[in-house]
């Protein structure tokens, strides 16, 4: 009887309503996870766009990088150039390029030649969305780039990137690459012209 009694008054203490003083509050600790959550939630999702943003431009100047080293490759293994084989160039560009569109990237191939007097000049260019260099203008190259004499082959690419998802880092950049390549066949590769008009010979074919 006594012992029923006892732990009838415990129960009754237990379950009575506590006054909760400022102590007692300090030292509460429920619900400490939940905040903690609320002010890491938000810190954790914009880093994960972060991410997801930044491995997008990382994928989009791997491709300019690509296509730059491809179309000297490519060009430097010619002994001359025809129309036809600027617009297989430009064909190849645009595969090299997926995800992202060719037609809205400013591409450039000139050949730089030095005739054995130290100066470079241009003497071919072709340019997709940008103007081509003029023939027998001088080209600042780095040093030991272009044999003297002889020439070398200069891609120039240059993409404006938009991931369309900015929200954590500003995507609308313009990413460019330059790349230099020694003729494989030849001293110097020759420009073949059609002559003829119509869509220039470096682009969609019209």
């Known amino acids: 009887m006594l012992l029923n009694r006892y732990f009838e008054a415990r129960l009754r203490r237990?379950?009575?309503?506590?006054?909760?003083?400022?102590?007692?509050?300090?030292?509460?600790?429920?619900?400490?996870?939940?905040?903690?959550?609320?002010?890491?939630?938000?810190?954790?999702?914009?880093?994960?766009?972060g991410c997801i943003e930044l491995s997008f431009m990382m994928r989009a100047d791997r491709r300019v990088t690509a296509t730059a080293a491809s179309l000297g490759d490519l060009t430097s293994r010619l002994a001359s150039v025809t129309d036809d084989d600027m617009r297989e160039l430009y064909n190849a560009a645009t595969v090299m390029m997926q995800p992202y569109r060719a037609n809205e990237t400013r591409m450039r191939i000139s050949s730089i030649v030095d005739n054995g007097n130290g100066q470079k000049r241009v003497a071919w260019s072709d340019?997709?969305?940008?103007?081509?260099?003029?023939?027998?203008?001088?080209?600042?190259?780095?040093?030991?780039?272009?044999?003297?004499?002889?020439?070398?082959?200069?891609?120039?690419?240059?993409?404006?990137?938009?991931?369309?998802?900015?929200?954590?880092?500003d995507t609308n950049i313009t990413m460019g690459d330059t790349f230099y390549l020694r003729p494989r066949r030849v001293s110097n590769i020759e420009r073949i012209r059609d002559g003829g008009g119509g869509a220039p010979a470096f682009g969609p074919a019209s």
């Open 14 to 49: 237990k379950n009575a309503p506590r006054k909760l003083g400022l102590k007692s509050l300090l030292r509460n600790e429920d619900g400490v996870s939940a905040v903690e959550f609320a002010f890491i939630a938000p810190l954790m999702v914009l880093i994960f766009f």
């Open 127 to 169: 340019a997709h969305e940008m103007t081509a260099r003029a023939v027998g203008s001088l080209v600042v190259v780095p040093d030991g780039i272009v044999p003297s004499p002889g020439s070398v082959i200069l891609t120039e690419i240059e993409y404006d990137y938009d991931s369309g998802i900015s929200l954590i880092i």
